[in-house]
């Protein structure tokens, strides 16, 4: 579970508590809507539904408010973060800088941006190959960019600008053929009385009920949004804790809005459409879920006049492609500033991206996840039918060749050029590809023609021990068994989590070599947020299905970012062969077993 992940699973968990009765009578049919509006979904139905979201691949996210009036600064001071806002993001700066009510909102006069041109930011998506845009109609400074008529802290009653930013972009993106998503932050709001804080509120004018909040605010003013714009997407955010009452007024208009797709953080019991991971690309991608990886070029999503940290575009296409093999999609940010203007840094990548895209785009577009678990070089993989797409950031010294590929493949091309290229195939199957003429310094794409859908063989993982007899079991080699864990984090630093079900349980294989029976030490590397009073999960771990006598506590580490090492009470006997080592919780005092990295069995003398 990281950061993010964190705050949707807990009102997930408080709200399912709550619907339960204790005791079931007999009742009359109701009428009632399900809390989550997509309950009864069919499996075609969802599919299509999702299916241009899918196919697209690739989106813009636009990060715009008051926020950008002081960029960072606050009565001359750069803004740094605070509490859960370590990062010192943009939009964050009423929270960071603890800015009361009153004075925050002197910052709608000042903002007039004369120079937004919807049609401009709409064509830098297309520029992009981009091919929807979702941006924030109301964040958690609760200002909203367009004319609400539910609350007059919106840019038509507040500001000297007139126009509708929200209605300006949806017409353009129609123009242009994208897609038009909104973002809506519905928990927090920092100036509404009773809105949802982050922290400690600092301000007694931000006291007040949240229920009336999300009756009185919240929930029309996604009404609101949901009739009079029908974005596609509707982009929540933090989820909040609300009754099932709440989150079906939260969703009343959903069917207003046909085909309308949702993300994963309302809360109130709704799974929504799609994953969000923040700021990171996920090491295997989501198993059966759709997935967004929602990200910032610098660092901060609100325009910083400050930060200058960019991502190269290199790096940024490269994401995109990374995602794309995972099955992901990739809703990368601008922070357009206080004028209307987006910073030239971003606009330049955009572009370079669009140009990486517009040659190589369907190596990226309506395709699947890799099959390979590991290619053997600096690249990746993507599908679409019968087609093999490789992407290749650095071309081998020794040739690229790929192992592990079962169907026939008829012809190797690279798509930018359409260059053919020289197939050889080995006898133990792996296929040689020759180098192009030219090679892109960002990925250079080779489609593979393939005689039916790929088939991979996906070698299993089996540990061996290390020169010192070890054995180190890392989170992305384990077979996770259960529903909700996953891989999760980065590649370097990838953990086990979601683990929710106490029944879900990775595990491993190892092989003892002969002449090797020993004794081991089993130590985890976990982290672990379980409240200061619970106690942490019981863990036991298995050798081939049967109990091991080696059990441990997994206590909180404080957060489940802090990883820390527990040595298990017992020890592992093995004898030469494979074995399946498994971890398994005996008990799941909080709502999450642990965030795990790594196990290691540590040979005793
Ligand atoms: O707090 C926000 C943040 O400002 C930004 O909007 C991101 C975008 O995903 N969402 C929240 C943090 O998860």
């Given at each position: 579970?990281?950061?993010?992940?964190?705050?949707?699973?807990?009102?997930?968990g408080?709200?399912?508590?709550?619907?339960?009765p204790?005791?079931?009578?007999a009742?009359p049919?109701?009428?009632?809507?399900?809390?989550?509006?997509?309950?009864?979904?069919?499996?075609?139905?969802?599919?299509a539904?999702?299916?241009?979201?899918?196919e697209?691949?690739?989106?813009?996210?636009i990060?715009w408010?008051?926020?950008?009036?002081?960029?960072?600064?606050?009565?001359?001071?750069e803004?740094?973060?605070?509490g859960?806002?370590t990062q010192?993001?943009?939009?964050?700066?009423?929270h960071?800088?603890?800015?009361?009510?009153?004075?925050?909102?002197?910052?709608?006069?000042?903002?007039?941006p004369?120079?937004?041109?919807a049609?401009e930011w709409?064509?830098?998506?297309k520029?992009?190959?981009?091919?929807?845009?979702?941006?924030?109609?109301?964040?958690?400074?609760?200002?909203?960019?367009?004319?609400?008529k539910?609350?007059k802290y919106?840019?038509?009653?507040?500001?000297p600008?007139?126009?509708?930013?929200?209605?300006?972009?949806?017409?353009?993106?129609?123009?242009q053929?994208?897609?038009?998503?909104?973002?809506y932050?519905?928990?927090l709001?920092?100036?509404?009385?009773?809105g949802?804080?982050?922290g400690?509120?600092?301000?007694?004018a931000?006291?007040?009920?949240?229920h009336?909040?999300?009756?009185n605010?919240?929930?029309?003013q996604?009404?609101?949004?949901l009739t009079n714009y029908?974005?596609?997407?509707l982009?929540?955010?933090?989820?909040?804790?609300?009754?099932?009452?709440?989150a079906?007024?939260?969703t009343?208009s959903?069917g207003k809005?046909?085909?309308l797709?949702?993300?994963d953080?309302m809360?109130?019991?709704?799974?929504?459409?799609?994953?969000?991971?923040e700021?990171?690309?996920?090491?295997?991608?989501?198993?059966?879920?759709d997935?967004?990886v929602?990200?910032?070029?610098?660092?901060?999503?609100?325009?910083?006049?400050?930060?200058?940290?960019?991502?190269?575009?290199?790096?940024l296409?490269?994401?995109?492609?990374?995602?794309?093999?995972k099955?992901?999609n990739?809703l990368?940010?601008?922070?357009?500033?206080?004028?209307?203007?987006?910073?030239s840094?971003e606009?330049?990548?955009?572009?370079?991206?669009?140009?990486?895209?517009?040659?190589n785009?369907?190596?990226?577009y309506?395709?699947?996840a890799?099959?390979f678990?590991?290619?053997g070089?600096d690249g990746?993989?993507?599908?679409?039918?019968?087609?093999?797409y490789?992407?290749?950031?650095?071309w081998?010294?020794?040739g690229l060749?790929?192992?592990?590929l079962?169907?026939p493949?008829?012809?190797?091309?690279?798509?930018?050029?359409?260059e053919?290229?020289q197939?050889?195939?080995?006898?133990?199957?792996t296929?040689?590809?020759?180098?192009?003429?030219?090679l892109d310094?960002?990925s250079?794409?080779?489609v593979?023609d393939l005689?039916a859908?790929?088939?991979?063989?996906?070698?299993?993982?089996?540990?061996?021990?290390?020169?010192?007899?070890?054995?180190?079991?890392p989170?992305?080699?384990?077979t996770?068994?259960?529903?909700t864990?996953?891989?999760e984090g980065s590649?370097?630093?990838a953990?086990?989590g979601?683990?929710t079900n106490?029944?879900?349980?990775?595990?491993?294989?190892?092989?003892?070599?002969?002449?090797s029976?020993k004794?081991?030490q089993?130590?985890?590397?976990?982290a672990?947020?379980s409240?200061?009073?619970?106690?942490?999960?019981?863990?036991?771990?298995?050798v081939?299905?049967?109990?091991?006598?080696?059990t441990?506590?997994?206590a909180?580490?404080g957060?489940w970012?802090?990883?820390?090492?527990l040595t298990l009470?017992?020890?592992?006997?093995?004898?030469p062969?494979?074995?399946?080592?498994?971890?398994?919780?005996?008990?799941k005092?909080?709502?999450?077993?642990m965030?795990?990295?790594?196990v290691?069995?540590i040979p005793t003398?």
């Open positions: 579970m990281k950061r993010t992940a964190r705050l949707l699973l807990l009102p997930f408080l709200a399912a508590l709550s619907l339960k204790a005791t079931v009578p009742q049919k109701t009428t009632i809507r399900p809390v989550d509006p997509h309950a009864d979904e069919t499996k075609a139905h969802r599919d539904r999702m299916k241009w979201w899918r697209a691949r690739f989106g813009m996210f990060h408010g008051l926020y950008s009036v002081p960029a960072g600064i606050w009565k001359g001071q803004v740094p973060g605070r859960i806002n010192g993001y943009g939009e964050w700066i009423m960071n800088a603890q800015i009361p009510v009153a004075d925050y909102a002197t910052l709608a006069p000042q903002f007039n004369t120079k937004f041109n049609d709409v064509s830098y998506a520029a992009a190959g981009m091919k929807y845009i979702v941006v924030t109609a109301k964040h958690h400074d609760g200002f909203a960019i367009y004319p609400s539910v609350s919106n840019i038509k009653d507040a500001t600008f007139t126009r509708d930013p929200l209605a300006e972009l949806a017409v353009a993106c129609k123009k053929g994208i897609k038009f998503g909104i973002y932050s519905q928990n709001d920092w100036t509404y009385p009773g949802g804080p982050s400690r509120r600092w301000d007694p931000q006291q007040g009920d949240f009336a909040y999300v009756k605010l919240s929930a029309p996604v009404n609101e949004l029908k974005p596609a997407v982009w929540w955010d933090i989820p909040g804790d609300f009754t099932p009452d709440e079906r007024s939260l009343a959903f809005v046909p085909g797709i949702a993300n953080r809360g109130g019991g709704v799974r929504g459409d799609t994953g969000t991971p700021q990171y690309i996920p090491a295997t991608g989501f198993k059966d879920r997935w967004e929602c990200m910032t070029m610098n660092d901060t999503w609100g325009y910083k006049v400050n930060d200058h940290n960019f991502k190269s575009s290199e790096s296409t490269r994401n995109l492609i990374d995602i794309a093999s099955g992901g990739y990368l940010n601008i922070g357009p500033d206080a004028s209307g203007i987006v910073p840094p606009v330049e990548r955009l572009a370079a991206m669009g140009a990486w895209m517009k040659k785009g369907a190596s990226i309506g395709t699947t890799s099959p678990k590991k290619l070089f990746r993989a993507t599908v679409k039918g019968k087609r093999l490789l992407n290749v950031f650095n081998p010294t020794a060749r790929l192992s592990n079962q169907t493949v008829k012809k190797a091309t690279v798509l930018a050029t359409g053919k290229l197939l050889l195939k080995a006898t133990d199957g296929l040689s590809i020759s180098k192009p003429a030219q310094s960002v250079t794409a080779i593979l005689a859908p790929p088939v991979v063989i996906v070698p299993e993982v089996v540990a061996k021990p290390q020169t010192n007899g070890s054995y180190l079991l989170a992305i080699d384990a996770l068994e259960g529903d864990i996953q891989v590649d370097d630093d953990n086990i979601y683990w106490a029944k879900d349980a990775p595990s491993w294989k190892i092989k003892v070599p002969e002449g029976a004794t081991y089993v130590q985890l590397q976990y672990s947020e409240a200061a009073t619970a106690t942490g999960s019981r863990i036991a771990i298995q081939d299905g049967v109990a091991s006598g080696v441990g506590t997994v909180s580490t957060s970012d802090n990883y820390r090492t009470e017992g020890s592992l006997k093995l004898t062969g494979r074995h399946v080592i498994r971890v398994v919780a005996l008990t005092p909080n709502y999450g077993v965030n795990l990295r790594r290691s069995l003398p």
